[in-house]
């Protein structure tokens, strides 16, 4: 039996370059940087004080006739207005019939902790140095709203949309750390593939800019200390780089059935060709030395693809800006294209939008079908220091015309979880 062949008919995108794909595409291209101080809360008493923040923009009331909006996560709400987009941009809606051949896989986080509320809670709880734990508890049944609990889920995002949208097939959520949007869309290829669903939505979305996010990030040291200049900060593969820099949004596309899309006369943005998908098997947060995860991440998806590695014509890396991951990563990428690596050229778009955690990878998916679609490289900002052991073609600092056939996303996350998707510009 053939097996069935797995398109992109809509996007939809809102992060700190912009608050719809065509605004952050154009934006990636100038070399434009989305990172700046925080605002979100007073983040002066951090080591790091800036961010990749959405800036000037909220879910309207009107797009949500489901309540009040004021309960929503930051997750959530970031959803909806990505996902409303990739569907107003597939014009799938009306071609459903049966909506439970319609289905939601979302890779989100958690969504935001009220961290006032917490502080009111604790400060009721300590008197004279001891933890009271009833005080705590009975200041939080007075404090806390069991709604916006209930919203910091990470399946709330995929709940509402399915309401919203109608979509009554399967939905599922993961939580994969950094690679978790680009494994929800490698899995809900694999659900179109086996026939339980013609069309999906998938995606992923996550804010991890508040007080606790930002606290175990730099207790890890994995964050970038460069306040002085934050449009500079993120600089992967640099000799110079510190840490990445938290971003948030969100990023979805409509997958959708070949023939089904054709027949219906979609716009095809590429396909979905091949996905790879592996564990590490090894420490929480640091990368096995030897790349192993990665580099059968990345085969495997050639593999699914029927390519060879001659055919890739672009990386998007996972690219974090912190000094382990851009050398493993590098070293990767030359294991697995062998002599041809100093001719495929690899680039790394966190230097500008930051680090959108669960969901990077599908937004660096989308990166990847408008490069081919435009036949142009987003390049790596801030790329101003040879570091020696990453020594491939980074697309530094401005981007490239290219003729692009097929290019891999790749996606590593803390855990050892690591996804590459294979994308195919023609159908």
């Known amino acids: 039996m053939e097996r069935r062949r797995i398109v992109v008919t809509g996007i939809g995108m809102i992060n700190p370059m912009g608050h719809d794909a065509p605004t952050?595409?154009?934006g990636l291209q100038n070399g434009e940087s989305g990172v700046g101080y925080t605002t979100l809360f007073d983040a002066s008493g951090f080591p790091t004080k800036i961010s990749a923040e959405v800036k000037d923009w909220d879910l309207k009331p009107e797009d949500y006739p489901f309540g009040t909006i004021d309960d929503l996560g930051r997750?959530?709400?970031?959803?909806?207005g990505a996902a409303t987009q990739a569907v107003a941009d597939s014009g799938v809606a009306d071609s459903i019939d049966d909506p439970t051949r319609f289905g939601i896989y979302l890779g989100s986080g958690e969504g935001n902790q009220d961290f006032h509320v917490f502080s009111r809670m604790m400060a009721a709880a300590i008197a004279d140095g001891e933890f009271d734990s009833s005080k705590f508890i009975n200041r939080g049944l007075e404090l806390l709203n069991p709604a916006k609990e209930i919203e910091q889920e990470p399946n709330m995002p995929a709940a509402h949309l399915a309401a919203l949208l109608n979509a009554q097939g399967p939905n599922l959520n993961c939580l994969t750390a950094c690679a978790a949007s680009s494994q929800a869309v490698g899995e809900a290829t694999e659900i179109i593939r086996r026939g339980e669903a013609d069309v999906m939505l998938a995606g992923g979305t996550h804010s991890m800019i508040h007080p606790f996010g930002l606290t175990g990030f730099n207790l890890l040291t994995a964050l970038s200390e460069s306040n002085d200049h934050p449009t500079k900060a993120s600089r992967p593969f640099d000799r110079l780089r510190d840490g990445f820099v938290l971003g948030e949004g969100s990023a979805m596309v409509i997958l959708e059935e070949l023939d089904r899309a054709k027949a219906r006369g979609a716009t095809i943005y590429g396909e979905v060709a091949g996905y790879g998908t592996t564990a590490d098997a090894y420490r929480i947060t640091d990368i096995p030395p030897d790349?192993?995860?990665?580099?059968?991440?990345?085969?495997?998806?050639?593999?699914?693809a029927g390519l060879q590695t001659t055919d890739i014509g672009y990386v998007n890396a996972h690219g974090t800006s912190t000094t382990v991951n851009d050398k493993v990563e590098s070293l990767a990428c030359r294991q697995v294209f062998g002599d041809l690596a100093d001719k495929v050229p690899v680039s790394s778009t966190k230097s500008m939008m930051g680090h959108l955690i669960a969901a990077a990878g599908a937004s660096e998916m989308i990166v990847c079908l408008l490069?081919?679609?435009?036949?142009?490289?987003?390049?790596t900002i801030n790329y101003e220091n040879p570091d020696p052991l990453c020594d491939l073609d980074y697309v530094?600092?401005?981007?490239?015309?290219a003729e692009i056939s097929y290019a891999l996303n790749n996606?590593?996350?803390f855990g050892g979880q690591n996804v590459t998707l294979c994308l195919a510009r023609d159908v």
Do not use: C, Q, Y
């Not at 530094?396 to 015309?401: D, K, S």
């Open 24 to 26: 952050v595409w154009k």
């Open 75 to 80: 997750h959530t709400k970031f959803a909806i």
């Open 291 to 304: 790349g192993h995860g990665g580099i059968a991440a990345m085969r495997m998806a050639i593999a699914d």
């Open 371 to 379: 490069a081919m679609r435009d036949s142009i490289l987003p390049p």
């Open 396 to 401: 530094p600092n401005e981007a490239r015309p």
């Open 411 to 413: 996606s590593f996350g």
